[in-house]
Nanobody, 128 residues
Framework: QLQLVESGGGLVQPGGSLRLSCAAS????????IGWFRQAPGKEREGVSC????????NYDDSVKGRFTISRDNAKNMVYLQMNSLKPEDTAVYYC?????????????????????WGQGTLVTVSE
């Protein structure tokens, strides 16, 4: 069974940092692109950052560029999202997701519809 489990969410003050983790089980991440998405109350789920299976071409939503960093450790089957300088508007449920892409190159995009395997989400609240 393909499974992703997020952790690391919580309550943080504006300007603070959090590191989200995503553990994969039931499959090897080597052949999967990985994405972090978020969904705020009353809003649609949106892409935050996505990276290819080799970790070479990360992309970021403009709202998080320079503040968030996606990384992956295929040997440990883990994906991370380091979030710095957090703002109240970053408050959302954060999800990690995987897209099967076993090819060497040509991967791009960070759209919800691309990704086949989803975690259950972890809540991040940025507030005083």
């Amino acid at each position: 069974q393909l499974q992703l489990v997020e952790s690391g969410g919580g309550l943080v003050q504006p300007g603070g940092s959090l590191r989200l983790s995503c553990a994969a089980s039931g499959f090897a991440l080597d052949n999967y692109a990985i994405g972090w998405f978020r969904q705020a109350p009353g809003k649609e789920r949106e892409g935050v950052s996505c990276v290819s299976s080799r970790g070479r071409t990360p992309n970021y939503d403009d709202s998080v560029k320079g503040r968030f960093t996606i990384s992956r450790d295929n040997a440990k089957n883990m994906v991370y999202l380091q979030m710095n300088s957090l703002k109240p508007e970053d408050t959302a449920v954060y999800y990690c997701a995987a897209e099967h892409y076993p090819y060497g190159g040509g991967w791009s995009g960070c759209e919800v519809a691309q990704f086949e395997v989803w975690g259950q989400g972890t809540l991040v609240t940025v507030s005083e």
